[in-house]
């Protein structure tokens, strides 16, 4: 059973189709990263996650089954345009917001110090947002969105719009909100951070999703039989280029230093690893092999540009 | 907790901490009250120096007929005022020059001053000389008594409107259309600016809402009909608050400014005015006495839950649409070619409140009063005149109707329209999202 899972979601607005047919799976105490490029229907999806539009068919299940608006208090939701009540005092509005997420007026008091102690603004309790820096804001923001102590949070975009120091300190908060158990999942286009942080992405591109899993695996899969190998500079100046050529693989990107040359080789379908090796050390003094596993980035940009050919 | 009622209490409290909402509250009545006792006050106070003024008069016959007041004290002297040296001049605060008859318009009358002379000197001089002219003329005719029966061409006729009361003891009332009239007016006004202020306020809130993004969190907790609902009832309480304050403030400031003056508060509450007001010493005109009885005979606790339910209807019915437009747009520039659709029936129901307190019975102001886009308006000119309770209860019954059917039309636009940005909304949009189904 997965955590939450959206089934067959269809979305359409005035003649385009937001999402087709979107279904992705959420297990339980894991990031989530949603994936994809601007107006691929990111936001819309975590919308619908959200209750704030309803689809126009196909279904949100949420721990096994259909999610209502009562389940809405399990979770935390950070939008990708922030935006809070400028004139209104911090404290006062960050207890209204979590009431309305049900916790009693006490709940959110105790829960609104811990986090203002933790994030070290208890100062600023009385000041109106709008007094506020930039950066301040985005602080009161983001306890906003965990202060009810939510189960499941949803960030759009989350460090997008952050400052690097608050990014950094977001990006902590979330992996300890992992660690103490919480699911997450956030969108995002900033691949590195994907790498870093998420277990699970799921990459939506034009409406539709095109490609789901574990982070680990779905590079697994994308190998593509790609090689670095760093060695000495050979003593002999009679030793070319050619002494690269192999029967075994084709190679390129051929960087040559002082001391060291780097390149990068692709096996042939037949070859194994081991010769490849014996080969390459029978000639060279070998530093460093290393098989090269593709990075989000390339995945995402080779799988969205695959699709935009067919 | 119920959400509703959290989103209806910062609503409420927002606004009525603000600091605009506490001095327009407190001020205003204390300016209205201020209108109309400090002229009442300073009538009372009287310019505490009697200044001298100089007469020449040829003919003799007015200067000892003349009047001293508080104010001006009249001297005769024997000079010739027009020949009057520049260094004497100072003498007097005004010289005052009568030449001839004055009862045949022969005579000639001038005021000298070095400064310019206050007009209520000079209208002084003049109502005392032609009261002497007249008088000096009625008695140059030689008929007897010839003045008492001047007197009498000009006889004073009062009237009284008297309203048969439907109630079983035939009781008479006396009424005034004056009063009547002057009282609708108020409430007219009264629900006009509250409808548009209050209305207007709806829609801020939601472009603040909206412009801000926080409407995004507050809908991925609640419904956007409650927060929209949240946003207009908390919004209606502000208006009861300030409507029901104004009337105490102005009670209490009034029931302080009439016992300054001397007539204490519940002697014109009670109902046997004249002997009351005997026993205070106060005397009071008959004009005073009818005008107290005209003000005590309306129903004013029917009149005023009127008033209060049917602003409350016009009020729910006009904000949500100014909720709608809200939700539609994205800054408040971009509304104005939306409030102008609400604004014209509003303006149009006030002129006609304002001719149909003039003309109550004609045709327009009697099926205008049905309409629920006018009625909150254009009732509340009928209402002092007496009107059949059913028609009263079919027009608000209509106005719910309408106003339920608003919201829920509202709230269509609403839903779609506070997630949308960027987009400049047409009229065709609103119809397009009004028949999304939910």
């Known amino acids: 059973m997965y955590y939450l899972e959206t089934s067959h979601v269809v979305k359409q607005y005035s003649g385009h189709k937001a999402l087709d047919d979107v279904s992705i799976q959420v297990h339980e105490g894991k ?16 919308r619908i996650i959200n209750h704030i539009t309803a689809p126009d068919s196909g279904q949100v299940i949420f721990n096994g089954r259909q999610m209502t608006a009562a389940d809405m208090a ?26 309305l997420k049900g916790m009693t007026r006490n709940d959110a008091r105790e829960s609104l110090r811990y986090w203002f102690d933790k994030f070290d ?6 000041k109106k947002l709008g007094e506020l820096s930039k950066g301040m804001q985005q602080k009161v923001q983001f306890i906003i969105t965990v202060m009810h102590r939510p189960e499941f949070l949803i960030f759009d975009e989350p460090f997008s719009g952050f400052d690097p120091v608050n990014a950094q300190l977001i990006r902590n908060e979330i992996l300890e909100l992992k660690a103490q158990g919480a699911t997450i999942m956030f969108s995002t286009h900033n691949m590195a951070s994907v790498e870093e942080i998420c277990d699970e992405i799921g990459l939506i591109n034009r409406s539709r999703l095109v490609l789901q899993g574990d982070v680990d695996d779905i ?19 009679q030793v070319g280029l050619q002494a690269l050529d192999s029967q075994l693989y084709s190679w390129n990107s051929l960087v040559r230093s002082s001391h060291y040359w780097t390149w990068q080789l692709r096996r042939e379908q037949q070859a194994d690893i081991p010769a490849i090796f014996s080969q390459i050390a029978a000639r060279f003094d070998i530093i460093s092999f290393e098989e090269l596993i593709p990075d989000m980035n390339e995945i995402f940009i080779k799988t969205v540009q695959n699709i935009q050919q067919q | 907790m119920n959400k509703l009622s959290i989103i209806i209490q910062r609503e409420y409290l927002s606004r009525v901490r603000k600091k605009s909402f506490i001095i327009m509250t407190f001020l205003t009545p204390l300016l209205m009250v201020a209108l109309i006792m400090v002229p009442l006050l300073l009538s009372t106070v009287k310019s505490g120096k009697t200044r001298l003024i100089a007469v020449n008069d040829e003919s003799g016959q007015y200067v000892s007929r003349l009047q001293d007041s508080k104010s001006w004290q009249f001297v005769a002297i024997g000079e010739d005022i027009s020949s009057l040296p520049a260094e004497k001049r100072e003498d007097f605060y005004a010289w005052l020059s009568i030449r001839g008859n004055l009862a045949d318009s022969t005579g000639q009358v001038r005021i000298y001053a070095t400064r310019q002379i206050p007009m209520e000197l000079s209208s002084e001089i003049r109502s005392q000389l032609e009261k002497m002219a007249s008088e000096d003329k009625i008695s140059s005719y030689r008929i007897p008594e010839l003045a008492q029966i001047l007197k009498e061409v000009y006889p004073t006729v009062r009237t009284e409107n008297i309203l048969w009361s439907d109630k079983a003891d035939g009781q008479e009332v006396k009424t005034s259309s004056e009063i009547s009239m002057v009282i609708g007016m108020v409430a007219t006004m009264l629900i006009y600016i509250f409808i548009f202020a209050y209305g207007s306020m709806v829609m801020n809130g939601v472009v603040e809402e909206k412009s801000s993004r926080i409407v995004e969190i507050i809908v991925s907790s609640v419904k956007p009909f409650q927060l929209m609902m949240g946003k207009i009832v908390g919004i209606a309480l502000v208006g009861l608050t300030q409507f029901i304050l104004w009337v105490l403030l102005i009670l209490l400031l009034s029931a302080v400014g009439l016992s300054a003056v001397g007539l204490p508060m519940d002697t014109l509450m009670s109902a046997n005015l004249p002997q ?11 004009e005073a006495l009818d005008g107290i009885q005209i003000i005590q005979s309306f129903n004013w606790t029917s009149l005023i839950i009127w008033f209060i339910l049917f602003f409350l209807g016009g009020y729910l019915l006009y904000a949500s649409l100014f909720a709608a437009i809200g939700g539609a ?20 129901a006030l002129y006609i409140g304002i001719y149909g307190a003039m003309n109550p019975d004609g045709p327009l ?23 059949p309770f059913w028609q009263i209860v079919l027009s608000f019954a209509l106005l719910v109707i309408t106003f ?35």
């Open chain 1, 31 to 46: 990031i989530y990263g949603l994936l994809g490029p601007n107006g691929a229907g990111k936001s819309t999806l975590i």
């Open chain 1, 74 to 99: 399990r979770i935390g939701y950070l939008p990708e345009e922030r935006g809070l009540y400028k004139k209104m005092k911090v404290a006062e509005q960050a207890i209204y917001l979590a009431r």
């Open chain 1, 121 to 126: 603004i208890r100062a600023w309790a009385d």
């Open chain 1, 219 to 237: 590079r697994e899969s994308h190998r593509q039989g790609q090689y670095l190998v760093k060695v000495r500079r050979p003593a002999d100046p």
């Open chain 2, 276 to 286: 009351a007001g005997e026993t205070m010493n106060v005397n009071l005109s008959q």
């Open chain 2, 329 to 348: 747009v994205d800054n408040n520039e971009d509304s104005q070619q939306f409030t102008l659709a609400i604004t014209i029936p509003v303006i149009l």
């Open chain 2, 365 to 387: 102001v009697f099926w205008s009063s049905f309409i629920p886009f006018f009625s909150p308006i254009v009732m509340m000119v009928r209402l002092p005149m007496g009107v």
């Open chain 2, 404 to 438: 339920l059917l608003c919201v829920k039309l509202a709230a269509k636009i609403y839903r779609t329209g506070i997630l949308m940005y960027g987009k400049k909304v047409t009229y065709k949009d609103l119809w397009k999202w009004i028949r999304y189904k939910s």
